[in-house]
């Protein structure tokens, strides 16, 4: 009987040991970079083929893995897989598939700090960010093995005189998953485990400026003894495998995170029934946001501060729960700016590596030039008030 579910709580880095911790998991990551890193298809490590290169964006030439990219053939072939494979792992008992999460709760609670620090390099997360982030992904994993666990018995359903009704949830097939950049681990292993805890197989295409994260839970998939092929590991550009895998008729679900563009491709294509096809396709798309802040004149002032700091600089702005603008009844909206800017000041802008830096780099030269662009828009349209620079040339940091 497992105890009741209750959220992983967030490391307490005021404690010496909590910081000695992550600075000497930083240490051990930065000794690991540079490595090569296969495909995975039915638990076959390829490293043959063209290969992608993973970068550090504090420090943009600093190579942080080297990764065999997908080919259509790959493709292809990955997706016969995870349908073959979807025959043996849907009649697995659920509350096995369950017992294959809570497992990799332990390891990568344990792992937290190493987890954290990849979070750190390879995406440029401040020390909290990155703990979230774990933190997070752990509580997937917890919540839904239990959930698995729960909804693998009968479901009641709406009673009717003179019969006995009772609902199944039961597994779809092949799941395609396709995770951002900004949540490496947390969204990336809810979205997988998500659909291999209700018995579907899946084909892991990480994000490519997040890839070495997701290779750390494929290891931990593998440390579990996941059986071959129920997780397919293929990084590669969507635009050598995104359509292929998408199209598949073997493909049942596609679950994306990421750009509007991308989501509205994706939920075009899985609309067509392509030839072979049996079923109409399931997506979950999340396609970001563009979040506010309101405050009336009846507000906290240094509340709101605080919240419209937070939620503007975490992690960069890099979230679609950022706040991209403040809503501000005009009676106090001098005084609020005036305090926002205050706090803003404060934030020391610099290499994650170390715990002080409360914001890195963002994520590659592609984010970089699109937000400086936008601050000049911004200037010609408004009054900038603070900031809106380049902050050095070792990294993408504004």
């Given at each position: 009987?497992?105890?009741?579910?209750?959220?992983?709580?967030?490391?307490?880095?005021?404690?010496?040991?909590?910081?000695?911790?992550?600075?000497?998991?930083?240490?051990?990551?930065?000794?690991?970079?540079?490595?090569?890193?296969?495909?995975?298809?039915?638990?076959?490590?390829?490293?043959?083929?063209?290969?992608?290169?993973?970068?550090?964006?504090?420090?943009k030439d600093e190579v942080i893995g080297e990764f065999t990219k997908g080919t259509k053939e790959m493709a292809l072939r990955a997706v016969d897989v995870?349908?073959?494979?979807?025959?043996?792992?849907?009649?697995?008992?659920?509350?096995?598939?369950?017992?294959?999460?809570?497992?990799?709760?332990?390891?990568?609670?344990?792992?937290?700090?190493?987890?954290?620090?990849?979070?750190?390099?390879?995406?440029?997360?401040?020390?909290?960010?990155?703990?979230?982030?774990?933190?997070?992904?752990?509580?997937?994993?917890?919540?839904?093995?239990?959930?698995?666990?729960?909804?693998?018995?009968?479901?009641?359903?709406?009673?009717?005189?003179?019969?006995?009704?009772?609902?199944?949830?039961?597994?779809?097939?092949?799941?395609?998953?396709?995770?951002?950049?900004?949540?490496?681990?947390?969204?990336?292993?809810?979205?997988?485990?998500?659909?291999?805890?209700?018995?579907?197989?899946?084909?892991?295409?990480?994000?490519?400026?997040?890839?070495?994260?997701?290779?750390?839970?494929?290891?931990?998939?593998?440390?579990?003894?996941?059986?071959?092929?129920?997780?397919?590991?293929?990084?590669?550009?969507?635009?050598?495998?995104?359509?292929?895998?998408?199209?598949?008729?073997?493909?049942?679900?596609?679950?994306?995170?990421?750009?509007?563009?991308?989501?509205?491709?994706?939920?075009?294509?899985?609309?067509?029934?392509?030839?072979?096809?049996?079923?109409?396709?399931?997506?979950?798309?999340?396609?970001?946001?563009?979040?506010?802040?309101?405050?009336?004149?009846?507000?906290?002032?240094?509340?709101?501060?605080?919240?419209?700091?937070?939620?503007?600089?975490?992690?960069?702005?890099?979230?679609?729960?950022?706040?991209?603008?403040?809503?501000?009844?005009?009676?106090?909206?001098?005084?609020?700016?005036?305090?926002?800017?205050?706090?803003?000041?404060?934030?020391?802008?610099?290499?994650?590596?170390?715990?002080?830096?409360?914001?890195?780099?963002?994520?590659?030269?592609?984010?970089?030039?699109?937000?400086?662009?936008?601050?000049?828009?911004?200037?010609?349209?408004?009054?900038?008030?603070?900031?809106?620079?380049?902050?050095?040339?070792?990294?993408?940091?504004?």
């Open positions: 009987m497992l105890p009741e579910f209750r959220n992983e709580p967030f490391t307490d880095f005021s404690k010496p040991e909590n910081r000695a911790a992550m600075e000497a998991a930083i240490e051990k990551v930065h000794g690991e970079l540079g490595k090569r890193y296969p495909i995975v298809i039915d638990g076959e490590h390829i490293l043959e083929g063209d290969t992608f290169k993973s970068y550090n964006p504090a420090r995870a349908h073959e494979r979807f025959e043996e792992w849907r009649k697995v008992d659920p509350n096995e598939r369950a017992r294959y999460l809570i497992r990799a709760a332990a390891i990568l609670r344990r792992r937290k700090f190493e987890f954290a620090a990849w979070q750190v390099v390879e995406v440029s997360k401040n020390w909290a960010e990155a703990d979230g982030d774990v933190a997070e992904a752990i509580d997937f994993l917890e919540f839904y093995g239990r959930e698995m666990m729960r909804i693998s018995e009968p479901q009641p359903v709406v009673p009717y005189p003179g019969e006995e009704n009772e609902l199944y949830y039961v597994p779809l097939g092949v799941s395609v998953v396709i995770p951002p950049w900004n949540f490496p681990g947390a969204i990336m292993i809810g979205m997988t485990t998500a659909a291999v805890v209700t018995g579907n197989t899946v084909i892991l295409k990480p994000a490519s400026t997040a890839p070495t994260v997701a290779w750390k839970f494929f290891e931990i998939l593998e440390e579990i003894m996941l059986p071959a092929g129920v997780v397919n590991f293929l990084p590669g550009p969507g635009s050598a495998i995104g359509d292929t895998i998408v199209d598949h008729p073997k493909t049942r679900l596609i679950a994306f995170t990421g750009s509007k563009e991308i989501g509205l491709r994706i939920s075009n294509r899985a609309a067509q029934v392509n030839d072979g096809q049996i079923w109409i396709k399931r997506t979950i798309l999340e396609m970001g946001g563009k979040d506010f802040i309101l405050v009336d004149e009846t507000a906290d002032i240094e509340a709101a501060a605080d919240g419209i700091v937070a939620a503007a600089y975490g992690f960069q702005g890099q979230k679609c729960s950022a706040c991209s603008r403040a809503i501000i009844h005009e009676s106090i909206y001098d005084e609020l700016v005036a305090k926002v800017v205050e706090r803003s000041k404060k934030i020391k802008v610099g290499e994650p590596d170390h715990m002080a830096s409360g914001m890195g780099a963002v994520i590659d030269q592609w984010a970089y030039e699109n937000i400086l662009g936008y601050i000049e828009t911004g200037k010609k349209e408004n009054r900038l008030v603070l900031g809106g620079n380049k902050a050095g040339d070792g990294g993408w940091f504004i």
